[in-house]
């Protein structure tokens, strides 16, 4: 008896350091991909400051080609991350990432209202199925109880992008601004477009779809870890998608990421403006002080992430992260100046980026792995959906109405829905046994 304890012991002790050295190859790679992803995406945010007025577009206009990219995501959403199952991440993961840096540099030459949609809409048909492909690959290497870390790992990217993105947009704008006869909007779209064209190539050379073709682990590590992914989850439902999609719970936490993305995405698109509109011109220096909120984001969300996995505890640490971003969204419009402004701002984005990983890692616990591929495809498609439609609303809210914290009031009502929804997901079927001495 006390050598096979001892035998189980060893062999946990080896699993874990198996998960380190698969996490160390593959997740940094995977992060700066979804790194250039975000800020590809929300750059638009930036350049509003510079391209609104100087192609005369009205907030209305901007909330649209702001949320139309999520409307070609959505669309092509659940066959992108289909087709990835078929041919492989490497490849397909590859060609999303080349086209998608494409038609962000492209961005640089949009001259209407109408090019700026379609540039937008194209743009999200290009990004299509990158993350839930990403999530889907995460799958092929690390086990349920592995991945929350994993995933607010990943995650972290979110907020990096702005600590880091939100500066440098800022001084491109400013420093390059007239250079060669462009604006600085148009240097920004040409500059932030090329990495992701860079890392699409490099993903045929760094990433591995199957373990058996992992060049990085041995003959027995490929065994063991083959055998600790294999090993299936007491609470994992039998469903296959297609009856997933009967099934009210994959429908519930489609509405569940609705809720989350739409207060997420509205501060994002929507707080560069905010804080102009609050008294500070310098495109800079909104970038400074954009990456301050997503500064705090970034270490919350590895603490969440840790305490979650720790206790095995999912449901109350993705509401109450949820019910303090729509906290910091209901005081920031009452806040007297620039430094509590900013201070609200802070809470809110600390509330919300810290609810995407602790989101994330429930679907697996629910779903089969047959019904992983097309149902986190599903699931991401919601948050398209509130991509497109929160951005929208905000603009056309601030166009047509006078009483400017209507749009900050909504998406707070949005997460706080969301919130009180999570308590329909019984304990059982999410949270896991603590995790002791891991």
């Given at each position: 008896?006390?050598?096979?304890t001892?035998?189980?012991?060893q ?10 050295k698969?996490?160390w190859r593959?997740?940094?790679f995977?992060?700066i991909?979804?790194f ?6 929300v750059?638009?945010?930036?350049a509003?400051l ?9 907030d209305?206009?901007y909330?649209l ?8 995501y959505f669309?092509?959403?659940i066959?992108?991350?289909l087709?990835l199952e ?6 397909w ?6 086209t ?9 030459f ?8 379609v540039?937008r809409?194209?743009?999200g ?8 492909g990403?999530?889907l ?7 349920d109880?592995?991945?929350?870390r994993?995933?607010?790992l990943l ?5 990096v ?5 939100a500066p440098?947009s800022?001084t491109i704008?400013?420093?390059l ?10 240097w920004l779209?040409l500059?932030?477009g090329?990495p992701?064209l860079i890392?699409g190539v490099?993903?045929l050379?760094?990433?591995t779809d199957?373990?058996q073709d992992?060049?990085?682990l041995?003959?027995?590590?490929k065994q063991?870890l083959?055998?600790?992914l294999g090993?299936?989850s ?7 998608f297609?009856?997933s999609?009967a099934h ?5 936490l489609?509405f569940?990421y609705?809720?989350?993305a739409a207060?997420?995405l ?9 804080l102009?509109e609050a ?10 002080l954009?990456?301050?909120?997503y500064l705090?984001?970034s270490v919350a969300?590895?603490f969440?992430g840790r305490?979650?996995?720790?206790s095995g505890e999912r449901?109350l640490?993705?509401?109450?992260p ?6 910091g ?12 402004i900013?201070?609200?701002?802070t809470?809110a ?5 810290t609810s995407?990983?602790?989101?994330w890692?429930?679907?697996?616990t629910i779903l089969s792995r047959?019904?992983?591929a097309?149902g986190l ?13 929160g951005?929208?609303?905000?603009g056309w809210i601030?166009?047509n109405?006078t ?12 997460t706080?829905i969301?919130a009180?929804s999570v ?7 999410v949270?896991?046994?603590p995790?002791?001495?891991?």
């Open positions: 008896m006390l050598t096979s001892t035998d189980v012991m062999g946990d002790i080896a699993d874990e350091t198996l998960f380190k698969v996490l593959v997740l940094p995977l992060l991909c979804y250039f992803a975000y800020l590809d995406r750059n638009v945010a930036f509003k510079q391209m609104a007025e100087q192609l005369r577009f009205s209305v206009v909330g080609g702001a949320g139309i990219f999520f409307i070609g669309i092509f959403e066959p992108s991350n087709i078929r041919v492989g991440a490497r490849r993961i590859a060609r999303i990432m080349i998608w840096g494409v038609l962000s540099a492209g961005m640089a949009v001259t209407s209202a109408n090019q700026f949609y540039m809409f194209l743009l048909v290009a990004e299509a199925g990158f993350f839930p990403i999530l690959y995460l799958s092929y290497w690390f086990p109880e592995k991945r929350g994993v995933v607010a995650m972290a990217a979110v907020p992008s702005t600590i880091i993105g440098m800022g704008m400013e420093g601004k007239g250079a060669a006869g462009l604006g600085g909007w148009q779209f500059i932030e090329v992701s890392l490099a993903c050379f760094l990433l199957r373990i992992a060049a990085f041995s003959s027995q590590e063991r083959a055998a600790a090993r299936p007491e609470h994992r439902s039998s469903h296959s297609t009856q999609l009210g719970r994959l429908w519930h489609a569940l609705f809720c989350i207060g997420n509205g501060v994002a698109f929507w707080m560069p403006t905010i102009k008294g500070v011109q310098s495109a800079s220096t909104i970038g400074w954009t990456a301050i909120p705090c984001a969300m590895i969440v305490s979650a996995d720790a449901r640490h993705l509401a109450v949820m019910l303090v971003g729509a906290f969204l209901i005081i920031s419009f009452w806040m007297p100046n620039i430094p509590t900013l201070l609200a701002l809470i984005t600390v509330g919300l980026t995407l990983p602790m989101f890692p429930l679907p697996s047959s019904a992983m097309g495809a599903l699931l991401n498609s919601a948050g398209a959906l509130a991509g497109f439609a951005p929208y609303a905000i601030r166009t109405t009483y400017a914290a209507l749009p900050l009031y909504m998406l707070a009502g949005v706080i969301g009180l308590w329909a997901i019984r304990p059982s079927e949270n896991r046994p995790e002791v001495n891991r």
